[in-house]
């Protein structure tokens, strides 16, 4: 059986070392390409971080998977067995135009189980952290559930983007989720914004599209302090494939599936 204590300590202990290299590049200037689109960013410091991750995994621990946003992608078809789901720099968006605000972030699962994840906010030097059963923290602080607020004294992360996009099914009931909370939050890493969420700086997070790297470490992070992630239809996240997310406090949840995006809206 895998010890979960210390695969979490060796992929923090990484991850502080691939940050030191990030914050280096950072000084330097670095090539960055367009990839879908202008709003899709990708830097050769995302694919150095990446084939970083990929090499010590594969050194370590030759039977674990590896599941990478950046093209170190083994093809897996599967959630069998130990695999890593890694996102090298969530965020690619700031980390190019504002220089913080970015993560690492690892997600480690058994069997399709999570069982450690790490959110590391780079240039905030926030690592947030959780082995399942242990509890969630932030640095050395422990995260501890937070209070269900009604929506109205919510506050919610989402980019302003979502709204935009009328042809997109989801906008409508978006633009109604905005009007009934308190404010809305746009951080630009869903990592973060996930983990601000288990840290209960926010209520809930939604997008209309993120992969699984993007949700693959907070999703632990949350399930330790009891909140709950699902697609808009309130489904169970896909670590195979991506699509809509919500992030939220267990009722926050039920309430913005049931009277805003799920599928009877
Ligand atoms: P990324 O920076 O790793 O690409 C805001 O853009 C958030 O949505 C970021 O966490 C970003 O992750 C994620 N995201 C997911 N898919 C994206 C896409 N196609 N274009 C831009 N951001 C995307
Ligand atoms: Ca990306
Ligand atoms: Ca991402
Ligand atoms: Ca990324």
């Known amino acids: 059986m895998a010890d979960w204590n210390e695969l979490g300590r060796v992929a923090r202990d ?25 709003d899709d960013l990708v830097t050769e410091v995302d694919k150095n971080t990446e084939a970083f991750f990929y090499k010590k995994i594969k050194e370590a621990y030759p039977d674990h998977l ?19 789901i890694i996102d090298p720099i969530d965020g690619t968006m700031n980390f190019v135009h504002q220089k913080i605000k970015f993560a690492i972030s690892i997600g480690i699962y058994e069997d399709g189980i999570g069982k450690v994840g790490i959110v590391y906010d780079v240039m905030a030097d926030e690592l947030f952290y959780a082995v399942q059963g242990q509890g969630a923290f932030v640095n050395e602080v422990e995260l501890v559930a937070g209070k269900e607020r009604p929506l109205d004294e919510s506050i919610i992360g989402l980019n302003a983007r979502w709204l935009t996009e009328t042809h997109h099914s989801h906008a409508n009931p978006l633009t109604a989720l905005v009007r009934d909370s308190r404010s809305i939050r746009s951080y630009g890493s869903a990592a973060i914004e996930m983990a601000y969420v288990a840290a209960d700086r926010l209520d809930a997070y939604v997008s209309v599209n993120l992969s699984p790297w993007d949700y693959a470490g907070a999703s632990v992070l949350l399930e330790e302090v009891g909140c709950r992630t699902s697609s808009f239809t309130g489904k169970k996240l896909s670590l195979l494939e991506g699509g809509t997310v919500i992030a939220a406090k267990p009722a926050l949840q039920r309430e913005i599936v049931s009277a805003y995006v799920g599928e009877e809206n």
């Open 14 to 38: 990484w991850t502080y070392e691939a940050a030191d290299e990030i914050k280096r590049a950072l000084a330097n200037p670095f090539k960055v390409e367009a990839k879908s689109g202008p």
């Open 66 to 84: 590896f599941l990478g946003e950046e093209g170190t992608v083994e093809k897996i078809n599967h959630t069998d067995g130990i695999v890593w």
